[in-house]
């Protein structure tokens, strides 16, 4: 073979090994994802050694690894995370409800959870089926502040300083609930298999006055997140669904109606996308 043709040749593989490199070396660094959530137990919490836990924080953890997407967890008071997720790049929150207010202020990926919302009582305030939750300076009600359920207590006739409570954390309404300091408190169904055990345990029961709505509860992207990655998400979130995984992680902690409808979700879709 001519000199000149090895040496075009040899040009060539050269110049298309430098781009393979150069192609390698321009693609950018998966940036870390800053994830906030809040103590509402049993789906998220600090454990012992102060890592967040809970049956959903691993369902996200799961879907981190399949994604290979490098992230943080972190767990605040709601309305910090909350904001956190709204102003500040490359975050999310999770889990939050998702309504016509807030659609267009993040990107989403869910549902994670579907459930109904209640006001619940004690038992030792609330006797026989003619008893009433709506509104009056009798009984005083309390929810934490952003909470989507806030308004569903003012359209009942609550109203902060009177005979409505706003907490930081989630969880705090339910302790003023058990020490007998407020009467109503909104529970969903996912959690109430614990606390209605300690409830027990205080030697009453809970009582459902009233359903406030179904929900569905999302993990929420800040908007700078491309449309390519939410889809990522979704389709991860959907497979853990069919293949079982969610289940294993959910299952003995929320209500076995709850894991079904999340199933179903996911083979709803998987018809959709296939006709």
């Not at 929420?220 to 289940?247: C, H, K, N, P, T």
Request: charged residues 20%.
């Amino acid at each position: 073979m001519p000199k000149f043709v090895l040496s075009l040749c040899f040009i060539t593989i050269w110049l298309v090994a430098t781009n393979s490199v150069q192609a390698v070396a321009m693609q950018p660094e998966q940036k870390v994802l800053q994830l906030y959530t809040e103590h509402s137990p049993p789906g998220e919490y600090l454990d012992a050694r102060g890592k967040v836990s809970g049956a959903t924080a691993e369902l996200i953890e799961l879907l981190l690894r399949r994604l290979d997407q490098p992230a943080t967890i972190e767990l605040l008071p709601w309305a910090r995370a909350f904001e956190r997720a709204l102003r500040q790049p490359n975050s999310g929150v999770f889990e939050t409800v998702r309504n016509a207010e807030r659609e267009s202020r993040f990107k989403w990926v869910g549902p994670l959870k579907m459930h109904t919302i209640g006001l619940y009582g004690r038992s030792d305030i609330f006797k026989g089926s003619n008893a009433s939750p709506l509104a009056s300076n009798k009984y005083l009600a309390c929810e934490y502040r952003q909470s989507v359920h806030v308004n569903a207590l003012k359209r009942l006739g609550f109203t902060e300083g009177r005979n409505l409570i706003l907490t930081v954390n989630h969880g705090d309404c339910f302790s003023l609930l058990l020490k007998g300091r407020v009467q109503l408190v909104v529970l969903n169904e996912a959690g109430l298999a614990e606390r209605q055990l300690q409830m027990q345990l205080a030697g009453h029961q809970l009582v459902m006055l009233q359903t406030l709505s179904q929900v569905q509860l999302y993990l929420a992207f800040s908007l700078d997140i491309d449309d390519s990655s939410i889809a990522r998400w979704q389709q991860v979130l959907e497979q853990s669904y069919l293949d079982g995984s969610m289940r294993a992680l959910y299952q003995g902690i929320y209500s076995e109606q709850m894991i079904g409808r999340l199933e179903q979700f996911a083979r709803d879709r998987q018809t959709q996308l296939q006709q």
